[in-house]
């Protein structure tokens, strides 16, 4: 049995108990306030190939090192440019990695072998403390099995990850939904390489001139920034994104219709869920209704198309990947 402790904030004492299986090179899992993380010490490599072999991550996806405070990040980088400074003053602790220049001290399975880091402090107080327990870095990417959703609750961890992880701490449903916005600050320009609960032009305020996403945001596009797979978060159901109302002819076995706003007339035995014309609020219920749906039993999950505009990207960029077909 995978071992499960509740954790009620910075202060409980199963903190120090899984900052002690970090310090000694093991896996724990914990809340932070996008998805649930599967945390290794980040400066220990042994640790890290621990989460490539349990998500089955292929070496080529970088992972992100999580901080407690901007000095903690420092550390980690060569550079440390005006708009990191700017930016992790505006949204640290956040839903923010930057990517810049690593120093020696991140070990080269932690950037695939690449020249950069990828940082981010999290605004869970759980999370938090864990790091400043540990006193170095996590390595922490979603406590999932690669490619498949991402976990907003300690028992999809468990369910998907099942042994490989020494210690999972329940916080509770997590916040925000969606991975953190991702943004490449070791280039001439800022880049997007992944959008998130941080919009483009949030980012833009802040620092002015930055590069746009443009990943796999239709259908058959690709893009190859590392660790942006095509098919990713993936529920077990079959998802098909549809234009509304379209998809429901042939409905063998059971299938649910997610609709934005208002639901169309539904064929008898479909499911209807309805999802509010609001990206942030979709954002953040997003990985636990597709969960829902999974763990229903739904062999098919016909979802309209959310949107267009830069506040869906995120949401659009996940469905997208997630109803992505298998490549083989
Ligand atoms: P996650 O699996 O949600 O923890 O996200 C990790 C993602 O961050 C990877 O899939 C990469 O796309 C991105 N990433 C991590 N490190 C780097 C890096 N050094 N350069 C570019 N992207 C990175
Ligand atoms: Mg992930």
Redesign the pocket.
């Known amino acids: 049995m995978t071992r499960l402790l509740k954790v009620s904030g910075p202060d409980d004492r199963t903190i120090l108990e899984a900052a002690a299986i970090l310090v000694a090179g093991g896996l724990v899992a914990f809340p932070t306030e996008t998805v649930y993380g599967l945390g290794a010490d980040g400066l220990n490599p042994e640790a890290v190939a621990r989460i490539y072999s349990a998500k089955g991550r292929p070496a080529t996806?970088?992972?992100?090192l999580h901080v407690a405070d901007v000095a903690g990040a420092q550390a980690l980088v060569s550079e440390w440019p005006e708009t990191a400074r700017l930016l992790a003053e505006r949204y640290w602790p956040g839903p923010l990695?930057l990517?810049l220049p690593a120093s020696e001290a991140v070990p080269s399975i932690v950037?695939a072998g690449?020249p950069?880091?990828?940082l981010r402090c999290p605004a869970h107080p759980v999370a938090l403390a864990l790091i400043r327990a540990v006193g170095r870095p996590l390595a922490?990417?979603?406590a999932n099995r690669s490619q498949h959703l991402s976990p907003s609750l300690a028992l999809h961890v468990v369910s998907s990850l099942g042994q490989a992880v020494d210690l999972v701490l329940d916080g509770g449903a997590t916040e925000a939904g969606l991975?953190s916005t991702?943004l490449?600050l070791s280039g001439a320009r800022p880049r997007i390489?992944?959008p998130g609960p941080i919009t483009p032009a949030e980012l833009a305020r802040t620092i002015g001139d930055l590069e746009t996403w443009e990943g796999v945001v239709e259908a058959g596009q690709r893009q190859d920034?590392?660790?942006?797979a095509e098919r990713h978060y993936s529920p077990q159901a079959r998802l098909e994104l549809v234009d509304r109302g379209k998809g429901l002819s042939a409905t063998s076995g059971t299938v649910a219709y997610v609709g934005f706003g208002t639901l169309p007339a539904l064929p008898i035995g479909v499911r209807g869920v309805l999802l509010p014309l609001d990206a942030e609020v979709v954002g953040t219920r997003l990985y636990a209704l597709l969960h829902e749906l999974d763990d229903a039993g739904f062999a098919r999950i016909v979802m309209e198309r959310p949107p267009e505009g830069e506040a869906w990207l995120a949401v659009r960029d996940r469905l997208q990947r997630a109803s992505a077909k298998e490549r083989v």
Do not use: C, H, Q, Y
Request: neutral net charge; glycine residues 8%; without cysteine.
């Open positions: 996806n970088p992972v992100i990695t990517v950037r690449g950069t880091v990828a922490a990417p979603s991975e991702i490449d390489l992944r920034a590392p660790g942006m």
